[in-house]
């Protein structure tokens, strides 16, 4: 089993839906999650932290499930510009708390 | 604040040939990482470092190597390029472990 696994996609949502994506990670003892969007030919950036309990900026909403190892991201009332890549990042490995990336989800939003 | 910066933004390379990858920042981080990304895929770390004079290897060290003599400084030197090497290469910093991390643009490297 990879470490960070993701469905690369592309997951093709019109405008408006609402579409969600999974990560699922092996490292029972990791530590920190994110979500960062990464648009074509350029640097991934922070989308946002994902928190245990759960956390919402705006659209987008991020979830921890420590028992079956996964995090998620559910963004509502897709938009044109939300089309991107999502990459999922997983620190501790080995206990140095080293990230690890998912491939990444591709998100095409369409009028 | 520039943040995250890297030179060049574009190279091609002879196999056989050498090169660094310059990346600098200047928020005082004390983590900064080497990925490699090739199409379609994910980052793969090549190297990082936790402060100055400190380095470790990642997933996919073979055919590079770093130093960090100040906190700013993280360059990445490849030695004898291959076909292989052909990648967009990022540099991140974070704060410290598990924080969140900042990219600078990359460098597309074309080894032929």
């Known amino acids: 089993r990879k470490e960070v696994e993701q469905d690369p996609g592309p997951f093709n949502v019109p405008e408006g839906a609402t579409v969600a994506f999974n990560c699922t990670y092996s490292n029972s003892a990791s530590q920190s999650f994110f979500w960062y969007r990464q648009d074509c030919r350029k640097e991934p950036k922070l989308l946002m932290s994902v928190y245990s309990s759960g956390n919402e900026d705006g659209r987008f909403t991020a979830q921890l499930n420590r028992a079956s190892q996964y995090i998620s991201l559910l963004i509502r009332d897709s938009k044109l510009s939300d089309s991107a890549t999502y990459l999922c990042?997983?620190?501790?490995?080995?206990?140095?708390?080293?990230?690890?990336f998912g491939r990444g989800t591709s998100l095409i939003v369409h009028p | 604040n520039a943040g995250v910066t890297q030179t060049p933004k574009f190279r091609i390379l002879k196999i056989g040939q050498s090169m660094t990858l310059q990346c600098a920042q200047d928020?005082?981080?004390?983590?900064m990482y080497w990925y490699r990304q090739d199409p379609g895929m994910g980052l793969k770390l090549i190297y990082y470092s936790v402060g100055a004079g400190i380095t470790d290897k990642g997933e996919v060290p073979n055919g590079y190597n770093v130093s960090r003599s100040t906190t700013e400084d993280f360059p990445l030197r490849l030695e004898l390029a291959a076909p292989s090497q052909t990648s967009v290469y990022f540099c991140?910093?974070?704060?410290?472990?598990?924080?969140?991390?900042?990219f600078g643009p990359g460098t597309r490297l074309l080894v032929l």
């Open positions: 928020m005082n981080h004390n983590y």
């Open positions: 990042v997983v620190n501790g490995r080995g206990g140095s708390y080293i990230p690890t």
């Open positions: 991140a910093s974070s704060r410290s472990s598990g924080e969140t991390q900042y």
